[in-house]
């Protein structure tokens, strides 16, 4: 071979690492470079000093890593080091911090923005006060009103925030803005569709608020109940409402509090609530109970019925495998949100499919065996394409020299199974099985789009019969009116825990079964 020819064969492979390296890191510093841009402004609009010092800190090391030929190895862990800390701790993180918080409807600000909330929501409309022409708009994403004084044809913005000057604005015969910099006017049939935001937003002014009166008209008001801070109270309506920074509430004498309050730490009050609670600990441990079994009967039945369909598709003598193939997967491959709507309606006692072709009256949504038999085979029907799919993969990593050699030594069939195939499947699958129980532990689509839940018994309509845990949870939180992400984040880190112990333990049996079969 010439020498020119050994150099380009030299030279290929090294080129094109170079040139795939230097594409990524030009990726990677884009990226970098790219948030700080995006994060920083807001960052800086809220004064949080410290998250714009973290950002810096993370940007300088991001460059200094990919700008310099050291540490190659950190080059490709980083990266996935961040996704890690931004998409699986971070979250786990913060449920637990909002676990120890009254955080909710009600409680999403602090306690000035509660008072300026207060304040604003109870003004009323006095006599002579003055009125707008008003113009609804967007800044952004943002909803806003666009003021036009009657009398000077001033315009002004209006926002939570305040008012200030609007110039520019160009205002038609009607009194309505027509235009206006750095906003979008929306036409009458967009801002109809928006009434409950329209009516929701009060102009703070110093002597009360400015509200929308229809979708043309704005007037402003005085507050009935006003923050007074020498006290920390709120007065009006010939009551007083004294801060109560414990619950994060304005409470009266006699206990009652106003509606809007403050997110403070609560301490363990939720976790207590949890467990000493009676019309929550009193169910919890059914419902535990019962979302075990779900999750272990989907789990056995999705493996049992997958592997028994792979072992016979993975038969030499079997013919026609693809086609078999393509159409035990279409369940997996089918939006399983779709499949579990049509799922219940072919449960329906009056016109569901199934009564209809097996002569059947069962009621099978109103009685819990029923109700329970059917989430699981309907779960069952979804999950074993995917066990199916994975047990067909590990049987063909099999080599088929143990089994024929089980079979010299005068194995039956079942005994080279149950000896030799089964175990080393189980040493393949035992972790998507236990991956696959706490899917199916959380499984929350599986119930909501089915059973909903229920059936309910007259005397508790909150847990039913088919509840899991996370739906229970979510109609315990979200289910009474109102959010209450604290509580319902105090429940999600009780769950979190027990998957996490089965898991555990799960796991380390299942170290111990490579070691027997390594």
Same mark, same amino acid.
């Given at each position: 071979?010439?020498?020119?020819?050994?150099?380009?064969?030299?030279?290929?492979?090294?080129?094109?690492?170079?040139?795939?390296?230097?594409?990524?890191?030009?990726?990677?510093?884009?990226?970098?470079?790219?948030?700080?841009?995006?994060?920083?402004?807001?960052?800086?609009?809220?004064?949080?000093?410290?998250?714009?010092?973290?950002?810096?800190?993370?940007?300088?090391?991001?460059?200094?890593?990919?700008?310099?030929?050291?540490?190659?190895?950190?080059?490709?862990?980083?990266?996935?080091?961040?996704?890690?800390?931004?998409?699986?701790?971070?979250?786990?993180?913060?449920?637990?911090?909002?676990?120890?918080?009254?955080?909710?409807?009600?409680?999403?600000?602090?306690?000035?923005?509660?008072?300026?909330?207060?304040?604003?929501?109870?003004?009323?409309?006095?006599?002579?006060?003055?009125?707008?022409?008003?113009? !609804?708009?967007?800044? @952004?994403?943002?909803? *806003?009103?666009?003021?036009? +004084?009657?009398? =000077?044809?001033?315009? %002004?913005? $209006?926002?939570?925030?305040?008012?200030?000057?609007?110039?520019?604005?160009?205002?038609?015969?009607?009194?309505?803005?027509?235009?206006?910099?750095?906003?979008?006017?929306?036409?009458?049939?967009?801002?109809?569709?928006?009434?409950?935001?329209?009516?929701?937003?009060?102009?703070?002014?110093?002597?009360?608020?400015?509200?929308?009166?229809?979708?043309?008209?704005?007037?402003?008001?005085?507050?009935?109940? !006003?923050?007074?801070? @020498?006290?920390?109270? *709120?007065?009006?309506?010939? +009551?007083?409402? =004294?801060?109560?920074? %414990?619950? $994060?509430?304005?409470?009266?004498?006699?206990?009652?509090?106003?509606?809007?309050?403050?997110?403070?730490?609560?301490?363990?009050?939720?976790?207590?609530?949890?467990?000493?609670?009676?019309?929550?600990?009193?169910?919890?441990?059914?419902?535990?109970?019962?979302?075990?079994?779900?999750?272990?009967?989907?789990?056995?039945?999705?493996?049992?019925?997958?592997?028994?369909?792979?072992?016979?598709?993975?038969?030499?003598?079997?013919? @026609?495998?693809?086609?078999?193939?393509?159409?035990?997967?279409?369940?997996?491959?089918?939006?399983?949100?779709?499949?579990?709507?049509?799922?219940?309606?072919?449960?329906?006692?009056?016109?569901?499919?199934?009564?209809?072709?097996?002569?059947?009256?069962?009621?099978?949504?109103?009685?819990?065996?029923?109700?329970?038999?059917?989430?699981?085979?309907?779960?069952?029907?979804?999950?074993?394409?995917?066990?199916?799919?994975?047990?067909?993969?590990?049987?063909?990593?099999?080599?088929?020299?143990?089994?024929?050699?089980?079979?010299?030594? @005068?194995?039956?069939?079942?005994?080279?199974?149950?000896?030799?195939?089964?175990?080393?499947?189980?040493?393949?699958?035992?972790?998507?099985?236990?991956?696959?129980?706490?899917?199916?532990?959380?499984?929350?689509?599986?119930?909501?789009?089915?059973?909903?839940?229920?059936?309910?018994?007259?005397?508790?309509?909150?847990?039913?019969?088919?509840?899991?845990?996370?739906?229970?949870?979510?109609?315990?939180?979200?289910?009474?009116?109102?959010?209450?992400?604290?509580?319902?984040?105090?429940?999600?880190?009780?769950?979190?825990?027990?998957?996490?112990?089965?898991?555990?333990?799960?796991?380390?049996?299942?170290?111990?079964?490579?070691?027997?079969?390594?």
């Amino acid at each position: 071979m010439a020498p020119d020819a050994r150099e380009t064969v030299r030279s290929g492979p090294r080129r094109t690492i170079t040139t795939a390296f230097v594409v990524s890191r030009i990726v990677v510093l884009a990226v970098a470079a790219a948030i700080p841009l995006y994060a920083a402004p807001p960052l800086l609009a809220a004064e949080s000093w410290a998250g714009l010092g973290v950002l810096a800190a993370a940007t300088a090391v991001i460059g200094y890593l990919y700008l310099t030929p050291r540490h190659v190895p950190a080059k490709y862990l980083v990266p996935g080091t961040v996704f890690l800390i931004a998409f699986q701790i971070f979250p786990v993180l913060y449920t637990v911090s909002t676990a120890f918080t009254n955080f909710g409807d009600g409680h999403r600000g602090d306690k000035q923005a509660a008072v300026t909330a207060i304040e604003t929501g109870s003004v009323r409309q006095a006599p002579g006060s003055p009125e707008y022409d008003l113009t !609804v708009a967007l800044r @952004g994403r943002e909803l *806003v009103f666009l003021l036009a +004084d009657p009398d =000077t044809g001033q315009v %002004r913005l $209006g926002t939570a925030d305040g008012l200030s000057p609007l110039p520019g604005a160009q205002v038609g015969v009607t009194g309505k803005v027509l235009r206006a910099p750095g906003v979008t006017v929306l036409t009458t049939p967009q801002a109809a569709a928006r009434g409950p935001e329209i009516s929701a937003l009060s102009v703070p002014t110093p002597d009360g608020a400015i509200k929308a009166n229809g979708l043309s008209r704005a007037v402003e008001g005085k507050a009935a109940l !006003v923050y007074d801070a @020498g006290c920390d109270c *709120v007065r009006g309506d010939g +009551d007083t409402w =004294t801060a109560d920074d %414990r619950q $994060g509430y304005f409470v009266n004498a006699a206990g009652a509090h106003l509606a809007q309050g403050w997110q403070v730490n609560v301490g363990f009050d939720n976790f207590t609530r949890v467990l000493a609670d009676p019309t929550i600990s009193g169910y919890f441990l059914g419902v535990f109970g019962w979302n075990t079994a779900f999750a272990l009967a989907s789990v056995a039945g999705t493996f049992v019925l997958g592997m028994a369909v792979a072992l016979a598709l993975h038969h030499p003598r079997m013919r @026609g495998t693809t086609v078999y193939r393509i159409a035990l997967i279409l369940p997996y491959a089918m939006p399983s949100f779709a499949m579990l709507l049509v799922w219940r309606d072919l449960f329906n006692r009056d016109f569901g499919l199934i009564n209809q072709l097996l002569g059947l009256d069962v009621d099978w949504m109103g009685q819990p065996a029923t109700a329970r038999l059917a989430v699981i085979l309907v779960n069952l029907w979804l999950g074993f394409p995917y066990m199916f799919l994975v047990t067909t993969g590990a049987l063909q990593a099999i080599p088929r020299e143990l089994t024929e050699a089980a079979s010299l030594d @005068g194995a039956t069939p079942w005994q080279g199974f149950r000896r030799v195939t089964l175990p080393l499947l189980l040493v393949a699958l035992t972790p998507l099985l236990i991956s696959s129980f706490a899917f199916n532990f959380n499984n929350f689509n599986a119930i909501a789009l089915t059973s909903d839940g229920g059936p309910f018994p007259a005397e508790n309509p909150q847990v039913g019969a088919t509840d899991l845990l996370i739906t229970y949870t979510f109609r315990l939180a979200f289910g009474t009116g109102g959010a209450q992400f604290g509580f319902a984040a105090a429940i999600s880190v009780f769950i979190f825990a027990i998957v996490a112990v089965i898991s555990a333990v799960a796991f380390r049996r299942t170290r111990k079964q490579e070691e027997v079969y390594a």
